[in-house]
Structure formats: structure tokens, C-alpha cells
């Protein structure tokens, strides 16, 4: 397609963006970016913008974070000063027929594109990107894990909770580690595939039976299981990790009072920014070229 006719703004993030960002501009297109660290010498190819307004002002195409939108609506921007909330009308400075590309969007989002002719473009659960970014998600979880306990990973009693993607790449590497590891899945299937990796695998209705003997609990289901009930039955000062997109899968109001040492630990995909970056703009290009007839 003939990227010089497109305009793009790249909203939001963190070093991830930087590189879609910088990939995005080698194609020709017009580039603009707002909402992450700017790095020093700047970006080839890419105007930095003095707002959300402006960045999208005229936009084909808004690419808007990986981790997608916080419950109060502003995008995922962990080193900017300011929440970023897309309002209607901010975007409806974007050029039509306009396009949103993100990991995942809320209800006022699609609520506000849905008035203007926005289409917008999900990839949270594009198991190809998934995997692709996977394993700086799992080396990010690792580095978690040392930085907040004081026992190895070797012979430790972990639970996984949840078999997707992620928490299937989690569980390898656990085991791989030395791991002591059991999986609390909903799917036989998954149960399945992490008893033939190693794991001990459990249904979610006996999690909280589980939970008491283990060393740690790592959840990378989107929705919260991991209840006060799980959290009352293990031990105190257990380290609790979250990898899930919001809301997240652990109760950390209860974790918090209960004693127990909580991360949510989103956005790892950061810990190598420029692989998980080009791994990304792979699939969003193709989007791009999909949106606008021009890829079969």
C-alpha cells in the first residue's frame, strides 16, 4: 500500500510505542506521538505532538497501548504526567473512514467510536502476538520474582492460575526452573497439556484448597478469581503476582489486608521494548493494510 497517503499517531505506552512508532515512520507515513518518554535525539520520521488532540487531529490510523484502558477510562502511560482519556470529541478529529488499533478497548471507547464511524481493531487476544511478546513477559515475570522474595525459584511451590497464552509459557518456564508448579485452569484440556509439561493440575474450584500450601500465586486470568476465600488460605507474606489486563484476577484489597506481598505486574512486554515493539507493528500493519482494502 502507499504508506506516504497515511497519516498515523501513536498515542500513549511506554518504549514499546517508541519502536512502532519508529517503524511506522520507515514506511513513509506521516507519524506523530504523544504520551510516552521521549527519548533524547528524539524519533527519525516522527513529530512529537502537544496533545492528544493534535496527535490524532487528522489521523487515518491512532494506535493506542498493548495493555489497553485503565478502569477510569485513560490509557495505559506509566512514565507520562498526565492520564490520557480519548474523548469524543478529540477523536472526532480524526480523518474518516478512522481506525483504532489497541490491545483492547472499554465501552466509552467504543461507545464514542461507534457515533463518529471510528472502527476499532483488538489484538490483545491475537494468539500469534501473544506468543510473540511472550517471552519478554516471562523473563519480566522472573525478574519480579526474584526482586520480591528471598527463596529461589528452584523447589519454590508455585500455583499458575489460568492456561492461555501467557500462563502457559509461565508454567514452562517455571518447571524448567525447577518449580515446584501447580495449574488451576477451568479447560481439561489445558489441565491436561500442563500435567504432560509437569505441572499438578487442578480445577479453579479447588484453587483455594491449593493455595495454602504454596510459596507464590501467579495468575494470568483477566477476571477476578483469585478471591479473599483463595487469599485467607495461604500464608502470610506470600508473594501474589498479577499478569492479567485489567480489572486483574486477584483481589488486592484482601491481599493487602490479608499481609501478603502483591504486584501487578502489567505491561512486562516492556523488558525488551524494541523486540516486543517490531513484534508488534508486524500485526499491526497487517491491520493497517487490512482496514484499507490493500492485503487480501
Not at 505441572?199 to 479473599?228: C, F, K, N, Y
Amino acid at each position: 500500500m502507499n504508506w506516504k497517503e497515511r497519516v498515523i499517531a501513536v498515542v500513549a505506552g511506554d518504549r514499546r510505542e517508541q519502536e512502532i512508532a519508529r517503524c511506522a515512520a520507515a514506511t513513509g507515513a506521516e507519524v506523530r506521538a504523544y504520551g510516552f518518554e521521549w527519548p533524547e535525539g528524539g524519533i527519525e520520521g516522527v513529530a512529537r505532538a502537544a496533545s492528544f488532540e493534535e496527535a490524532v487531529d487528522g489521523a487515518d490510523v491512532a494506535l493506542f497501548p498493548i495493555p489497553g484502558i485503565a478502569p477510569d477510562g485513560a490509557l495505559f502511560a506509566p512514565a507520562f504526567e498526565e492520564r490520557i482519556v480519548p474523548t469524543r470529541e478529540g477523536l472526532a478529529r480524526m480523518r474518516r473512514p478512522g481506525h483504532i488499533i489497541l490491545g483492547w478497548a472499554d465501552a466509552n471507547l467504543k461507545g464514542h467510536c461507534e457515533a463518529l464511524g471510528i472502527s476499532i481493531h483488538e489484538y490483545e487476544w491475537d494468539d500469534a502476538l501473544m506468543l510473540l511478546r511472550g517471552p519478554a513477559i516471562v523473563e519480566g515475570m522472573l525478574k519480579v520474582i526474584i526482586e520480591n522474595t528471598d527463596i529461589t525459584i528452584h523447589k519454590a511451590r508455585i500455583c499458575c492460575v489460568g492456561q492461555g497464552v501467557i500462563g502457559t509459557l509461565v508454567t514452562r518456564a517455571l518447571i524448567a526452573l525447577g518449580a515446584h508448579v501447580h495449574v488451576a485452569a477451568r479447560n481439561p484440556v489445558q489441565r491436561a497439556a500442563a500435567y504432560a509439561a509437569g505441572a499438578e493440575p487442578h480445577e479453579l474450584a479447588g484453587l483455594a484448597e491449593v493455595a495454602g500450601a504454596m510459596d507464590m500465586l501467579i495468575s494470568s486470568v483477566p477476571a477476578q478469581i483469585v478471591t479473599r476465600d483463595v487469599l485467607q488460605r495461604m500464608q502470610k507474606g506470600a508473594l501474589l503476582v498479577d499478569l492479567a489486563a485489567p480489572p486483574g484476577g486477584i483481589d488486592r484489597e484482601a491481599a493487602a489486608e490479608l499481609g501478603h506481598k502483591f504486584v501487578w505486574a502489567r505491561g512486562l512486554g516492556s523488558r525488551a521494548p524494541v523486540t516486543v515493539g517490531r513484534s508488534q507493528w508486524g500485526g499491526i500493519a497487517e491491520r493497517i493494510e487490512a482496514a484499507f482494502g490493500e492485503r487480501s
